[in-house]
C-alpha cells in the first residue's frame, strides 16, 4: 500500500527556517515525480515545487531562492528545507505523488503538516 | 504562466441535483486537466485525470469534458457523501490549480 506521511511542520518566527520531511512506503520515491503543494488556511491548492526522476528541480515563483526540495533514495523520503519564511508561507503542506515518471497527475497524497509563520 | 479559472467558487445544490463546474484555462491546455476533491481537513483525492478519464475506484456519476482552454466537470445525481471542495488542476506547463469550487447541499 502506498503511503506518504509529512513530518516537521510547527510554529516559526518570521525570517526562520524549517525542514519538513515526507516518508514514503509502498514504494520507491526515486522513480516518481514527487511534489510539494500547499494551502493556506481557507484558500485553494498552490503546487509549489517538484523532484523529477532524473533529479531535475522546479519551483514556483513564490518560493524560489528560499525553498530547497531533496530526496533521500537510501531512506525513501522526501524533504522541504524552508527558509526566510514570511506569514504568507503559513499553510498545510502536502508532498503528492506524480503518476508516474511524468508530471501529469497527483494519486497518491499524504495527511499534509501545517506550518505556522508567525512572531 | 497558465491560469485557471474555475466556476462557480461555490454552489448548492438538492440531493439528486446534477451539478456543473467549468475551469477555463488561460491558453490551450489540450486535455492535460485533471479534477481533485478535497472533503474538509482531508488531503485532495483525484477523480478525473487527462480531462474525461475516471480513477479507479470513482463513482460513475462523476464525469469530466472538455479540451483545448475549456472544461466542465459533472456529477449527475448530486450525494450526501459529495459535500466537498472540488479543483481542477493542468498539468501542460509545471502544475496549476483552479481556486476551487465549495459544493454545499441545499
Known amino acids: 500500500e502506498v503511503q506518504l506521511v509529512e513530518s516537521g511542520g510547527g510554529l516559526v518566527q518570521p525570517g526562520g527556517s524549517l525542514r519538513l520531511s515526507c516518508a514514503a512506503s509502498g514504494f520507491t520515491l526515486s522513480g516518481y515525480i514527487m511534489n510539494w503543494v500547499r494551502q493556506a488556511p481557507g484558500k485553494g491548492l498552490e503546487w509549489i515545487s517538484y523532484?523529477?526522476?532524473?533529479?531535475?528541480?522546479y519551483y514556483a515563483d513564490s518560493v524560489k531562492g528560499r525553498f530547497t526540495i531533496s530526496r533521500d533514495s537510501a531512506n525513501n523520503s522526501l524533504s522541504l528545507q524552508m527558509n526566510s519564511l514570511r506569514a504568507d508561507d503559513t499553510a498545510v503542506y502536502y508532498c503528492?505523488?506524480?503518476?508516474?515518471?511524468?508530471?501529469?497527475?497527483?494519486?497518491?497524497w499524504g495527511q499534509g503538516t501545517l506550518v505556522t509563520v508567525s512572531s | 504562466d497558465i491560469q485557471m479559472t474555475q466556476s462557480p467558487s461555490s454552489l448548492s445544490a438538492s440531493v439528486g441535483d446534477r451539478v456543473t463546474i467549468t475551469c477555463q484555462a488561460s491558453?490551450?491546455?489540450?486535455?492535460?486537466l485533471n479534477w481533485y476533491q478535497q472533503k474538509p481537513g482531508k488531503a485532495p483525492k483525484l477523480l478525473i485525470y487527462d480531462a474525461s478519464n475516471m480513477e479507479t475506484g470513482v463513482p460513475s456519476r462523476f464525469s469530466g469534458s472538455g479540451s483545448g482552454t475549456n472544461f466542465t466537470f459533472t456529477i449527475s445525481s448530486l450525494q450526501p457523501e459529495d459535500i466537498a471542495t472540488y479543483y481542477c488542476?493542468?498539468?501542460?506547463?509545471?502544475?496549476?490549480f483552479g481556486g476551487g469550487t465549495r459544493v454545499e447541499i441545499k
Open positions: 503528492a505523488r506524480a503518476s508516474s515518471s511524468a508530471l501529469k497527475w497527483l494519486n497518491y
Open positions: 523532484i523529477s526522476t532524473a533529479g531535475n528541480i
Open positions: 491558453q490551450d491546455i489540450s486535455t492535460y
Open positions: 488542476q493542468q498539468y501542460d506547463n509545471l502544475l496549476t
